[in-house]
C-alpha cells in the first residue's frame, strides 16, 4: 500500500538493489520462535518502560500508551509473519522488533508530555537508537538472506509511527502545521481504502529511503532543542516539501500505473472544472474587502471569452504562448487586487504601482516589532511560496482551459457564443446583481487600465512634489526675532497620541468610554487651572505610516506617500521645528520605538537632541508594541529635559501605547513609583495577551479603546503632577486606526487639543474658533493637517507670511 511513499523499506529496498541470495525457508522451530517473540516483546517492553521510569520519570499516561504500543507492535509482527507464507521470526524481524519497543518508550513519553515536561534527553535518545537500527536491519536482511515484501512492510510502518511520535513533539513547539508530517503516511493509507489504485504496492526507489532518514533526523533533532525555533522551523518545513514531493511522486506513478479509463475522465474532468474555477474567480475578484459577497463571484469576465475566443483561433504553438503570457499577466493582476484589499483595510487607499512598494517595508517592520523577527520571517517566507504557487497555479490553469477549449473547438465556440450574448445583453441593460458589480465584468481590464494611469500620476506627482519642496518658503524668510514671539519662556510639547481619530470618541462601542476620560481630564485640569480647546484635522495617513502625519504637520505640505517622504526629508524645507530652533529654543524628538540611528532626525528636523528607547534609561517590561509605557516616556522625558533652570524646549514626543495590537495593556502607578520601570514587571501577565485577541474583532475594539483611554489619562495626569506654569501641549493624533477599529471607508480625522496655563495662548488662536475642553463635537473646525504649520506659525508669530503652502492635498480632503 503505498509502502515506498514514507521511503519504503531499507530491507526491500536493499534486497532489490543487491540481490541477495534466495530466501530461506523457515524450519521446524519457526511456531515456538514467533511465540517466545510474543512473550519477549511484552516483557521487554515493560522492561524497558521502568528504565524510563526510573530515569526520566513516567505517569500513568506515558505507562498505558507505551505498553499499548509495545503490545500492538508485538502482537502485529507476530501475526503477519504467522499469517504469511514465511511463517517464522528472522534474524531482521527481530532488530524491527527491538526498534518497535524502542519506539514504545517514544510513546510513553510523548503521551506524559500533555500533562507535563519530560525528559528530553530519554526521547532524543530513544529515537536516534531507533533510526540507527532502521539501517541495521537492513544490513542483517540482506547478509542472512532472509529480506521479504513483508519484513520491508513492517519496517515501513514501524519508520511511519515513529515520524508520527516525533512530529507531536516538535508541534508542541512549533505549532500544529508540523504534524501533517506525521499524518502524510496514515492519509494515503485512508486514501487507499476509498480509491483501490492508490493501495497498489509501488516499486522500491532509493530517494524514498533519504527523504524518510532525513524526516526522521531533522524531527529528532527539532524536538531535541538543539537548534534555534528560527533554524528549527525552517528545517522542518524543508523536510515537509521533502515529503510532499515524495508522496506526490509516489501518487503520480500509481495513477498512471493504475487508475481506470474512468478514474482518469473523472479527473481530467475535476482539472478543468477547478482551472475554469480559479481562473474565473481571479477575474471577477473584487479589490475591496466590502465588496466581498457571493454576487460579486456572480459575474461574467469579458477577460476569459476574449482568451477563450483567441484559443480556438489560433495553432498549438502560438495558443499555447499566448495563454502563458495571459496567465502571468492574470497572475500578476491578482497580485495587485489582493495588495489593493490589505491596503485598503490598513492605510485606506489602494496600492501604487510606483509608491506603493515603498509602504511595504515598514508594515513588515510593524509586524517584525510586533511577533518578533523569527515569525515574521516565517511568515514571509510562506508568503513568498504561496505568491509562487499561485502565480503558477493561475499560468496553468489558463493554459489547461486554452488547451481543453481548442481540443473542444465546436463545444466550445456554442458555449462561447451563448456567454457572450447573454454578457452583451448584461452590459447594454447594466445589470448589477449588487451595486458597483455589474454581472457583464470588465473589472481586470479595468484594473490593468487604472494601474497604468496610477503609475503616470504618480511620475506626475513626483515631478511636481520635487518643485514645491525646493521652491521658496516665506516662512522660512521670516527673522528670528519675529518668530514664534507669542510662546517666549514656554515649553511646547507636540504629542502625537498613536491611532487616537474620531472613532475614538464618536460613533464606537468604546467611544463612550474614551468621552468619559476626556471629560475627566477637561475637569481635573480646570481644577488645576489649564485649558484646553479642540477641533479636528485630516490626516494624510490611515491605519499605519505615522511618520506621513509628523512630517506633514511639521512641513505644512501633504506628504501621504512614502514616496513624497522621503522626498520632503531629503530636502531643506522649513520645519516647526526648525522654527523654533531658529528662533532659540532646545529642540527633541522623544520616539520611544527606535532603537537605531535616524538620520532625517538630525540632518531634516535639525533636532538638537534625539531620544530612543536606547538612551532613556527604561529597565521595565515591553507592552504589545510598545517597548515602554507612555507614562514612563513622558517621566523621563521630565527628568532629562524639564529640570530646573532649564532652557525652554520644544519637543515631539511619540506615544504608542494605543499601537496595535493592543494588548498586553500597562496600568497606571504613582508618579513617584516610576523610577526605571521595574514597577511595571508584573503587569503584561496580569492581562491579555497578543494571542489571546488575535482575531477578535470584540477583543481588538475593547484593547484599543481601553489603550486610548490609558495614553490621554497619562498625558493630562503628567500635565497636572509636572504644574509648569510655561507648558504649551498640542495633544494630536497621527492617524484613524485601520480595520476592524475603523469601519470600512472611515475618514481620516483626528483629534487635536492645545492644553496650555497661560490665557494669551488662547487669545492668540481665537480666530481658529476651537471648541472648548478636549473632546470636539461633530461641528468643530476641521483642517487639513498641512495648514497647522502656517496657521501655527501666523498666530504666534510678530511678523508671517501667512502664505498657504503651495502644494495642495494630493488627494482631495474629505468634506464636513
Not at 312 to 328: D, K, M, S, Y
Not at 526 to 541: E, Q, V, Y
Not at 642 to 648: D, V
Request: aromatic share 8%; with cysteine.
Amino acid at each position: 500500500m503505498a509502502a515506498e511513499a514514507y521511503g519504503g523499506t531499507v530491507r526491500a529496498i536493499q534486497a532489490d538493489q543487491d540481490a541477495p541470495p534466495a530466501i530461506r525457508r523457515a524450519g521446524s522451530g519457526a511456531l515456538p520462535t514467533i511465540r517466545r517473540a510474543t512473550i519477549l516483546g511484552t516483557l521487554a517492553t515493560a522492561a524497558l518502560l521502568g528504565v524510563v521510569s526510573a530515569t526520566a520519570g513516567l505517569g500513568v499516561a506515558g505507562w498505558i500508551a507505551g505498553l499499548a504500543t509495545g503490545s500492538a507492535a508485538t502482537a502485529l509482527i507476530v501475526t503477519a509473519r504467522m499469517r504469511s507464507d514465511q511463517p517464522a521470526m528472522f534474524p531482521a524481524d527481530w532488530v524491527t522488533l527491538t526498534r518497535a519497543l524502542l519506539i514504545a518508550g517514544v510513546a510513553g513519553l510523548v503521551a506524559d508530555s500533555f500533562g507535563r515536561p519530560v525528559s528530553t534527553t530519554a526521547l532524543v535518545t530513544l529515537s536516534t537508537v531507533a533510526l540507527v537500527l532502521d539501517a541495521v536491519d537492513g544490513q542483517v536482511a540482506r547478509r542472512t538472506g532472509t529480506a521479504t515484501p513483508l519484513g520491508g512492510r513492517i519496517d515501513m510502518e514501524t519508520d511511519a509511527f515513529l515520524i508520527l511520535l516525533l512530529s507531536i513533539v516538535v508541534s508542541q513547539d512549533y505549532g500544529g502545521w508540523v504534524l501533517a508530517i506525521g499524518a502524510a503516511r496514515y492519509a494515503l493509507l485512508l486514501a487507499g481504502w476509498l480509491i483501490p489504485w492508490l493501495a497498489a504496492p509501488l516499486p522500491p526507489r532509493y530517494w524514498g529511503k533519504v527523504v524518510a532518514a532525513v524526516t526522521g533526523i531533522v524531527l529528532t533533532v527539532a524536538a531535541s532543542g538543539l537548534l534555534d525555533r528560527r533554524a528549527g522551523m525552517i528545517a522542518v518545513a524543508a523536510v515537509m516539501l521533502l515529503l510532499a514531493e515524495s508522496f506526490g511522486r509516489a501518487v503520480i506513478w500509481l495513477y498512471r500505473t493504475g487508475a481506470g479509463p474512468r478514474t482518469r475522465r473523472v479527473l481530467r474532468l475535476a482539472i478543468t472544472v477547478l482551472s475554469v474555477v480559479l481562473v474565473w474567480g481571479v477575474l471577477v475578484l473584487p479589490d475591496r474587502a466590502l465588496q466581498f459577497t457571493p454576487a460579486a463571484f456572480a459575474r461574467i469576465p469579458v477577460e476569459g471569452l476574449v482568451l477563450v475566443a483567441i484559443a480556438v483561433v489560433l495553432p498549438a504553438w502560438p495558443r499555447r504562448i499566448v495563454a502563458a503570457v495571459a496567465g502571468i499577466l492574470f497572475a500578476l493582476l491578482t497580485l495587485v487586487k489582493i495588495l489593493n484589499i490589505v491596503f485598503y483595510a490598513e492605510i485606506g487607499r489602494p496600492f501604487n504601482p510606483v509608491f506603493g512598494w515603498v509602504d511595504i517595508g515598514p508594515a513588515v517592520g510593524v509586524v517584525r516589532d510586533t511577533i518578533g523577527p523569527t515569525r515574521t520571517n516565517i511568515a514571509l517566507a510562506a508568503l513568498w511560496l504561496g505568491v509562487i504557487l499561485l502565480v503558477g497555479a493561475i499560468a496553468a490553469a489558463t493554459v489547461h482551459i486554452t488547451t481543453v477549449a481548442a481540443r473542444h473547438r465546436r463545444a466550445t465556440v456554442r458555449g462561447l457564443a451563448a456567454l457572450t450574448a447573454v454578457w452583451a445583453l448584461c452590459a447594454g441593460l447594466s445589470l448589477q446583481l449588487v451595486p458597483g458589480s455589474p454581472v457583464a465584468s470588465t473589472s481586470t481590464v479595468g484594473l490593468a487600465v487604472a494601474q497604468v494611469r496610477d503609475t503616470q500620476a504618480a511620475l506626475r506627482d513626483a515631478r511636481r512634489f520635487d518643485q514645491t519642496i525646493h521652491g521658496s518658503d516665506p516662512e522660512a524668510s521670516v527673522p528670528a526675532s519675529d518668530l514664534l514671539t507669542g510662546l517666549r519662556g514656554k515649553d511646547v510639547i507636540i504629542a502625537f497620541v498613536e491611532s487616537y481619530g474620531r472613532v475614538a470618541v464618536q460613533g464606537t462601542s468604546f467611544s463612550p468610554g474614551v468621552d468619559a476620560v476626556l471629560r475627566q481630564s477637561t475637569a481635573s485640569l480646570a481644577r488645576a487651572g489649564w485649558s484646553a480647546r479642540s477641533a479636528w484635522l485630516t490626516s494624510p495617513s490611515f491605519g499605519g505610516i505615522s511618520q506621513l502625519a509628523h512630517s506633514t504637520l511639521q512641513s505644512g505640505l501633504w506628504v501621504n506617500t512614502e514616496q513624497r517622504y522621503a522626498e520632503l526629508v531629503t530636502s531643506q524645507r522649513f520645519t516647526l521645528s526648525d522654527a523654533f530652533n531658529k528662533a532659540g529654543w532646545r529642540t527633541v524628538n522623544d520616539s520611544p520605538e527606535d532603537d537605531v540611528a535616524w538620520p532625517p532626525g538630525t540632518q531634516f528636523y535639525h533636532y538638537d537632541q534625539l531620544y530612543d528607547r536606547r538612551n532613556v534609561g527604561y529597565r521595565g517590561p515591553t507592552f504589545s508594541y510598545a517597548s515602554m509605557p507612555d507614562q514612563y516616556i513622558l517621566a523621563a522625558f521630565q527628568r532629562l529635559e524639564l529640570g530646573p533652570g532649564h532652557k525652554p524646549v520644544m519637543a515631539e514626543i511619540d506615544l504608542v501605547s494605543s499601537h496595535y495590537p493592543w494588548a498586553p495593556l500597562p496600568a497606571m502607578v504613582p508618579w513617584s513609583k516610576v523610577g526605571n520601570g521595574s514597577v511595571f514587571d508584573p503587569m503584561p501577565a496580569r492581562g491579555e495577551t497578543r494571542l489571546s485577541i488575535l482575531g477578535s474583532a470584540t477583543k481588538e475594539r475593547q484593547g484599543f479603546g481601553k489603550s486610548i483611554q490609558y495614553s490621554l489619562r497619562a498625558l493630562t495626569s503628567w500635565v497636572t503632577e509636572l504644574n509648569d506654569p510655561n507648558l504649551v501641549l498640542i495633544l494630536l493624533g497621527d492617524e484613524q486606526p485601520a480595520t476592524p477599529i475603523s469601519s470600512v471607508g472611515a475618514s481620516h480625522e483626528v483629534v487635536i487639543s492645545i492644553i496650555a496655563r497661560d490665557p494669551s495662548v488662547f487669545r492668540r488662536i481665537a480666530s481658529w474658533r476651537w471648541q472648548d475642553g478636549l473632546l470636539p463635537g461633530p461641528s468643530a473646525p476641521l483642517e487639513g493637517m498641512a495648514a497647522f504649520r502656517n496657521q501655527f506659525l501666523g498666530a504666534f508669530s510678530t511678523a508671517s507670511s501667512h502664505a498657504a503652502s503651495a502644494d495642495g492635498p494630493a488627494v482631495p480632503e474629505p468634506s464636513r
